[in-house]
């Protein structure tokens, strides 16, 4: 009872925000790769205008001719307001857009996106105790594909994780799949009467079939960056990890992403086997090659509060850690 409540309450959130973001102001358009078609009647009345030569013989005709074509080298050049317009519709460095919401899932062929991030433990009476780095990119092998790599140490390195993988488009821009390979390994502190803190280290890979559905300009849905993980380790049973998300652009250059994850451990759908880590950035893009942001994680919502007289110790907010970091396209 206690998990569909959880539940409910993150698809409420979730709708709210999309809801709140129905009224981004219209003063912050974003482009498109699709290209605006010129209205045929603006072409047909330059070419009236341009026929009524001064004397109307063909020579006059003639000239109002060239004049048409002049007309539409005019017309050619960039108008204020128009989107980029690349080849097959596909972005190059250049045109890559500025906006999050229009980039497509995977990066264009020869283009390289890398991330670098610090981060801190902001948890209740532990805050800057210990901190973190992350290093993760991507490489367009195609423009319908790319591989993928990553490296995270939180918690001073006592939790580490590094990966690596691969995606493909299905359809392309609209859902892929992701397949990725995934180490990690887990200090734990000791317990009394042990005087020495244990590591286990165990192996993942995560399928996914990422998709993203936009029903505003401003707002899209993103989902299933992973599905289910299959574990290599311990029982060795897979794990149900759906991952759903939220990107809202009230401008170009500001995107909010919200994004949560279901983990339901070896599909033991008992509350106690849930956890759901959830992530809430802000992220800023001055120019299309770089962003910089601010990702503020919370590590389990159903992490379990714990009474110990008459204090309280964890609950969904008890660990929680912020990473600032920055990413660029080569």
């Known amino acids: ?37 010129q209205d ?44 980029p317009v690349t080849a097959g519709g596909l972005f190059t460095k250049a045109t890559y857009p500025q906006a999050e919401l229009l980039r497509p899932l995977t990066i264009t062929k020869g283009m390289t996106e890398i991330r670098g991030g610090l981060g801190f433990d902001i948890s209740a009476a532990k805050a800057f105790d210990s901190f973190g780095v992350l290093l993760d990119g991507r490489y367009g092998v195609q423009d319908n594909m790319e591989v993928q790599g990553g490296f995270k140490g939180i918690y001073n390195f006592r939790t580490i994780e590094a990966y690596v993988g691969a995606e493909a488009s299905i359809v392309y821009d609209l859902v892929d799949v992701r397949a990725a390979a995934r180490l990690a390994s887990i200090e734990t502190p000791a317990v009394p009467p042990a005087t020495e803190s244990s590591r286990a280290t165990s192996f993942h890979v995560d399928l996914g079939f990422p998709f993203r559905y936009a029903p505003k300009p401003q707002v899209a849905l993103v989902a299933l960056d992973t599905l289910i993980t299959f574990d290599f380790t311990g029982n060795k049973k897979p794990d149900l990890n759906p991952s759903v998300g939220v990107i809202v652009q009230p401008a170009p ?67 929680r850690f912020l990473v600032f970091y920055a990413q660029l396209r080569l």
């Open 253 to 319: 250059i500001v995107a909010l992403l919200v994004n949560a994850r279901l983990r339901i451990i070896d599909f033991n759908t008992d509350a106690g086997n849930f956890q759901v880590p959830a992530t809430i950035a802000v992220q800023l893009t001055p120019k299309n090659i770089i962003d910089i942001g601010a990702e503020f994680t919370l590590l389990n919502l159903k992490a379990p509060t714990v009474k110990m007289g008459d204090k309280s110790t964890g609950g969904p907010f008890a660990e």
């Open 40 to 83: 045929d009647d603006d072409d047909d009345g330059g070419g009236d205008d341009d026929g009524g030569g001064d004397d109307g013989d063909g020579d006059g005709g003639d000239d109002g001719g060239d004049d048409g074509g002049g007309g539409d080298d005019d017309d050619e050049e960039a108008e204020e307001g128009q989107p």
């Open 1 to 37: 009872m206690h998990t569909t409540s959880r539940l409910l309450r993150l698809c409420l959130l979730a709708i709210t925000v999309t809801a709140a973001s129905a009224w981004a102001p219209a003063a912050w358009p974003l482009a498109s790769g699709t290209a605006w078609a």
